[in-house]
């Protein structure tokens, strides 16, 4: 069955809607279809179609296409060429697709609320063809895709992409899944200027303004959808930490780039942490790059050290910020109220800006960038980096792979092969002394699916910082003995799905020991149990 989007127009309340039709696939009637046709052979015809297409951005409006036509074949590609199919739904192309979106833009997918509809945003969601059935729902104003910065109204294909990934990787139904974006303006000239672009000509308001409309989206949110979890995506860091704080308590709610990156952050240092032979006391971790996503890294590593023993002022210490402008600390000019948790107390030398003149005074054994700066890392800082430890551990995950701070073979190559190593964009294997090595990728996809769907089927009321724990826990448990075995930091994301099962499980949990949970009855039943229940709700093409 195919499910469409069809816009239309309704003269009565004079704007346009759109109406969802599903579009069961009946048996062609004879001389309708050829002699010989197969599901299976369709879908290996389909994936060849999508390996003819020379261009990352051609293989993405190709399984757009398939999307719209047949949901239940773009998912089965999805489920068994997962490593091939997910860069290309989402990142790296994803970035692509959100740049050149207005004028690759075809058919809506997801709803769309203006600046324009404040006062009656209510009715705009009540729109959504399948409000009834919606459980989860990805919202991004635009401010800040990836690494491209201010898109606009073209950052939909974020939110469309992320949730085809909660249905490929935790079987959220598609038909419960709504990709919004809030279209308060751009202050990206070249948007403004663009005469195909979709959004609203205008530079973005005041944040007293943006603090309103919010103010009354997620009121009406709450009112509407009051069975739908909420993921906030890319929206600026001012704006990410605000929004979060205001809002998670009002109603099941998260932020993937603050709590979803820190969280799988956390489940790769847990297990690159196992092949390096010093303490866990004793790393000092340097996190490149201060934005929103950087800081909530930073918080989210607290528990690195304080589920070892530590104490929290005694974690903290363990953790350095450098931005654009140096190392963080106390009394530097110029230091977001945001950061200045993370800003070193003790330090009074003067500012200091170079990356490899950092890592020789910090002397970190843990080197994260999240600065979308290609090529901060540089020989001399890996160099570096080797001689604080036998085992420097090394995260570029900026995103996309042309603002990785550093390649895979890089690391290697200037560490003398030593490098734990995982990165936010996908990298190819690499051999050195004779032996091939594996990179990780830190890729949320890991967490965010399993965290979703936890919340979910145990109605969690909202999304606590000990569910987020849960999910790195969990990830950080999920590898399997042959992936230890090579040394893997993450696992193979073909098992995605028994991945996030068992990471839905450690979030329920979580969220009945926090008292949010609305589902009592799952307290019932024993892991074993539970896990069978929750993969049992797994929706399946």
């Given amino acids: 069955m195919s499910i469409v ?20 696939k009946a048996p062609a009637a004879p001389g309708l279809a050829p002699p010989v046709f197969s599901v299976k052979a369709q879908l290996d015809r389909t994936l060849l179609q999508l390996r003819s297409r020379t261009s990352p951005i051609e293989k993405y409006t190709f399984l757009a296409q398939v999307k719209q036509a047949d949901v239940e074949a773009f998912y089965k590609l999805c489920l068994e060429y997962m490593p091939e199919i997910t860069p290309i739904i989402y990142t790296p192309t994803v970035g692509d697709a959100c740049l050149q979106y207005s004028k690759i833009y075809r058919n809506p997918e997801g709803l769309f609320i203006s600046l324009k509809d404040k006062g009656r945003i209510g009715n705009i969601l009540r729109n959504w063809p399948l409000a009834n059935e919606a459980r989860i729902s990805v919202v991004t104003d635009g401010s800040r895709i990836l690494g491209l910065g201010d898109l606009g109204v073209n950052g939909m294909p974020i939110a469309v992409g992320k949730l085809s990934l909660y249905v490929a990787g935790a079987g959220i139904r598609p038909s419960s899944t709504l990709p919004i974006t809030l279209d308060l303006g751009t202050n990206n000239s070249s948007n403004l200027s663009d005469p195909l672009y979709l959004g609203l000509r205008q530079r973005r308001p005041s944040d007293a303004e943006y603090d309103a409309f919010m103010d009354e989206f997620i009121t009406e949110m709450g009112r509407i959808y009051p069975k739908v979890l909420v993921q906030f995506e890319d929206f600026s860091t001012d704006h990410a930490f605000s929004y979060l704080e205001r809002f998670r308590n009002s109603l099941p709610l998260f932020n993937d780039d603050i709590q979803g990156t820190g969280a799988v952050v956390l489940a790769g240092l847990l297990s690159a942490a196992r092949l390096v032979p010093i303490p866990r006391n004793e790393h000092r971790i340097l996190l490149f790059g201060a934005g929103s996503a950087s800081v909530g890294v930073a918080k989210q590593l607290m528990s690195f050290f304080t589920i070892a023993g530590m104490n929290e002022e005694a974690a903290r210490s363990q953790i350095w910020l450098v931005d654009s402008k140096g190392l963080v600390y106390v009394g530097r000019e ?72 550093c390649t895979f073979a890089e690391a290697l190559t200037h560490s003398n092969g030593t490098a734990v190593f995982a990165s936010g964009s996908p990298f190819g294997s690499e051999v050195i002394g004779g032996v091939r090595r594996e990179p990780g990728q830190g890729n949320n996809m890991y967490i965010f699916p399993g965290l979703g769907l936890g919340a979910i089927l145990c109605r969690a009321k909202s999304v606590t910082d000990s569910m987020v724990q849960a999910s790195a826990l969990g990830l950080a448990g999920s590898l399997s003995w042959d992936e230890r075995a090579l040394e893997l930091v993450y696992p193979r994301i073909e098992r995605i799905r028994e991945i996030s099962a068992q990471i839905a499980v450690k979030v329920i949990r979580a969220a009945q020991k926090a008292g949010v949970d609305r589902s009592t009855d799952l307290k019932r039943m024993n892991d074993m149990r539970l896990l069978e229940f929750v993969k049992g709700k797994m929706w399946n093409p």
């Fill in 5 to 24: 989007l069809s816009p239309y127009w309704s003269p009565d309340e004079g704007i346009q809607k759109l109406k969802m039709e599903a579009r069961a």
């Fill in 334 to 405: 110029e230091v977001a109220d945001y950061k200045m948790y993370f800003a070193r107390r003790h330090y009074t030398g003067l500012p200091m800006k170079d990356l490899a003149e950092i890592v020789k005074y910090v002397k970190p054994t843990v080197l994260l960038g999240l600065s979308t700066i290609a090529g901060a890392f540089t020989p001399e800082v890996i160099r570096q980096m080797s001689q604080n430890t036998p085992r420097p551990i090394i995260f570029p995950l900026s995103n996309p792979v042309h603002l990785s701070e």
